[in-house]
């Protein structure tokens, strides 16, 4: 088993930054790759960043390339998502997942996931 606990959510203003966090307990961190994803209010959970176990690959949405980076610490067991340039649309519940296998994670799939933490952007 794996538990997953985010933080770092809040209430921001168009433009600004923020970093979300996601420590891992459990079985072995490193060997998990990791996902995060949103959900806005009123619309289905989506896919927006994966990293390998290994942090050589990461793959991101199109609608947050270039503004967002997903980065781990395997030592702290924690992975990162870095926002910039954050907006209105960016609003949602965000949720980390782990899951042995990447292409899982890019199919909004996972064995185990967060309780979520909340972002809003306001205008």
């Known amino acids: 088993q794996v538990q997953l606990v985010e933080s770092g959510g809040g209430l921001v203003q168009a433009g600004d930054s923020l970093t979300l966090s996601c420590v891992a307990s459990?079985?072995?961190?490193?060997?998990?790759?990791m996902g995060w994803f949103r959900q806005a209010p009123g619309k289905e959970r989506e896919f927006v960043g994966a990293i390998m176990w290994s942090s050589s690959i990461t793959y991101y949405s199109e609608s947050v390339k270039g503004r967002f980076t997903i980065s781990r610490d395997n030592a702290k067991n924690t992975v990162y998502l870095q926002m910039n340039s954050l907006k209105v649309e960016d609003t949602g519940v965000y949720y980390c997942?782990?899951?042995?296998?990447?292409?899982?994670?890019?199919?909004?799939?996972?064995?185990?996931w967060g309780q979520g933490t909340q972002v809003t952007v306001s205008s």
């Open positions: 997942a782990a899951d042995s296998r990447l292409y899982i994670l890019r199919e909004g799939r996972g064995d185990y």
């Open positions: 459990g079985r072995t961190f490193s060997s998990y790759a």
